[in-house]
């Protein structure tokens, strides 16, 4: 960065965010063509992103130690950057749990969940992408809204699927290895769902 230019976080702060949706898009490409034989390349594909939003965690913080007066809070700028990781870290996770709980092949409505997790995704990147003008921004809101209505229906889908899980005749451990991936899955709903309720307060906070 030249000498003088002002750092610029809401930048910064939207590529973490389409990192994210970079993770939810190829999660989905791996799950419409799965191949359990070519999951460690997947991972390490979906490493990449991780890596990518990490680094770029890493440099907000750093710019935000010698930081005399951001745009926003300090401690906003933190959450929402740490936030943001976590999204892409679960995501991250699921497709390591493919490899470590040997998933061979994948229940149906699978990607039903995989669909409303990147319906979550996109919405909350289009509201962090409205943050750099969100004193004009007329659908921070909507798509705060968006995130929250996703995460809804993931929640309702993930207790039908759990239930049909433990009233089905499926052998014992292909239970407890599906459990563990859709207990991952809600949390990278609840994930985005942090992300879009950290977004109003900071709006509220700085009109």
Not at 161 to 172: C, G, V
Request: include cysteine.
């Amino acid at each position: 960065m030249a000498k003088g230019t002002k750092y610029n976080y809401f930048t910064a702060l939207e590529e973490m965010s389409s990192y994210s949706v970079q993770a939810v898009n190829y999660l989905d490409e791996v799950i419409r063509d799965y191949d359990p034989n070519k999951i460690n390349m997947c991972i390490q594909k979906m490493h990449e992103i991780e890596n990518k939003e990490d680094e770029k965690k890493h440099e907000i913080m750093k710019n935000l130690i010698r930081e005399f007066l951001p745009p926003i809070d300090r401690e906003d700028i933190i959450q929402l950057a740490s936030e943001l990781d976590d999204v892409t870290d679960l995501i991250d996770e699921l497709l390591h749990l493919f490899y470590m709980l040997n998933i061979q092949t994948l229940i149906p409505e699978f990607a039903n969940l995989v669909d409303l997790l990147k319906e979550c995704c996109v919405a909350m990147d289009l509201a962090v992408k409205e943050l750099k003008q969100f004193r004009k921004s007329t659908t921070i809101h909507e798509n705060v809204v968006r995130v929250n209505n996703a995460e809804n229906k993931g929640d309702a889908l993930y207790t039908d699927i759990m239930h049909k899980l433990y009233t089905s005749d499926k052998d014992a451990i292909d239970i407890m290895r599906w459990a563990e991936v859709m207990n991952v899955t809600e949390n990278c709903y609840d994930a985005c769902e942090h992300v879009s309720e950290t977004i109003e307060p900071i709006v509220m906070k700085n009109m």
